[in-house]
Nanobody
């Protein structure tokens, strides 16, 4: 079955960096776009960044542009989120997603990882 397993979260001081990883299994990873989302208590989950199947196209929410980088290694079935210059407002649970739609195409069921906590504070 499809599994998405995130890792790399933790606590970091403002200005610090973290790299999240999401290892995928149970499907042909290299043909699917992937995405990172985040959620804080009481708020809806929001898209942080997405990446096409080949990695040639990436998109970011405005608040993380220039600080976060999404990438993937199709040989390792892994998608990454490098987070630099972290701010307290980046504190959230971060989720990996295999989106059901990307670029106007339908890619079937929606899959999410279990999430990893990122806390940015002194």
């Amino acid at each position: 079955q499809v599994q998405l397993v995130e890792s790399g979260g933790g606590k970091v001081q403002p200005g610090g960096s973290l790299r999240l990883s999401c290892v995928a299994s149970g499907f042909p990873f290299s043909i699917y776009a992937m995405a990172w989302y985040r959620q804080t208590p009481g708020k809806e989950r929001e898209l942080v960044a997405s990446i096409s199947s080949t990695g040639s196209n990436t998109d970011y929410r405005d608040s993380v542009k220039g600080r976060f980088t999404i990438s993937r290694d199709n040989a390792k079935n892994t998608v990454y989120l490098q987070m630099n210059s972290l701010k307290p407002t980046d504190t959230a649970v971060y989720y990996c997603r295999r989106p059901p739609e990307y670029g106007g195409r339908d890619y079937g069921p929606d899959y999410w990882g279990q999430g990893t906590q990122v806390t940015v504070s002194e």
